[in-house]
């Protein structure tokens, strides 16, 4: 179901693409809700939504119900921008990322006080990238990192508990970082909000290299992570290939339809 939202005094509309919302929010305006989340007293989830994402929920009924049910669904990904215009005539000026979101977050904690917990990576990454942000925003709150894994989910919780974050990042790849957020969310004695932000750590602690700036500005970001990682092959079609061609027979077969 589509819908609007009112927020800050500004209509976000919600859209769907192949039966999954996103929601139309610019870079500001994405930050201006996560605040209003974590202000809000209760516990959320975040999901910063990309062609992948989509077309592995088309299968994953589990991944289409946390999708379905999360408070803010960030277009991250240039196809996700082109599937709004294209299906629904919604002009979208610039892609919400995880990686961008956690530098943002990041300073919106050294500026109010947020507590952050960092969940996820390998051994030693979280860290790291820790260290990478107290170097740039010295008065993060950094609370707690921790590799983990959903095996030691109790030992988890009750790490999380104790530090009583604000905002949980979890790093541990899609679509299992969404589905453990959601149902571990209620589970939490302090409220927070948290989002999933798949390889971020990696990048932050420079583990790996993100694409230049301009690469990402033309939506070609994607290349440059298949020339690091040829193994993406398979993620990289799915979003380049199989999304517009599902995004394509969708809309014929609404029209078909009518």
């Not at 500004?10 to 996103?22: F, N, S, T």
């Not at 209760?42 to 379905?68: D, G, M």
């Not at 956690?102 to 904690?109: I, Y």
């Not at 583990?207 to 193994?231: N, T």
Request: charged share 25%; net charge positive.
């Amino acid at each position: 179901m589509n819908k609007i939202i009112n927020r800050q005094n500004k209509k976000i509309m919600r859209k769907k693409i192949l039966g999954i919302p996103v929601d139309g929010v610019n870079f500001q305006q994405t930050l201006n809700e996560i605040e209003k989340l974590i202000k809000s007293g209760q516990s959320h989830q975040v999901a910063t939504v990309n062609p992948e994402f989509i077309v592995a929920a088309q299968k994953n009924e589990k991944f289409k119900r946390v999708l379905n049910n999360s408070s803010l669904n960030t277009p991250d990904g240039r196809g996700i921008i082109w599937a709004m215009k294209f299906l629904h005539g919604i002009k979208l000026k610039e892609r919400v990322t995880g990686i961008d979101l956690f530098w943002a977050l990041s300073k919106l904690s050294e500026d109010r006080g947020y507590r952050i917990f960092m969940l996820g990576g390998e051994p030693g990454v979280a860290k790291k990238a820790a260290g990478r942000v107290k170097m740039i925003h010295p008065r993060a709150k950094i609370c707690y990192t921790y590799p983990g894994s959903p095996k030691e989910t109790k030992k988890i919780r009750r790490l999380i508990n104790h530090t009583r974050p604000n905002i949980l990042f979890v790093a541990w790849g899609s679509p299992k970082q969404e589905i453990w957020i959601r149902e571990n969310l209620k589970k939490f004695r302090s409220p927070l909000t948290a989002i999933g932000v798949g390889g971020t750590f990696d990048f932050v602690a420079g583990v790996r290299v993100r694409a230049p700036r301009w690469m990402q500005k033309i939506g070609m970001e994607w290349l440059y992570r298949l020339f690091q990682e040829p193994k993406r092959f398979g993620r990289i079609w799915t979003a380049v290939i199989k999304f517009p061609i599902a995004v394509i027979k969708s809309k014929i077969t609404k029209k078909f339809k009518r």
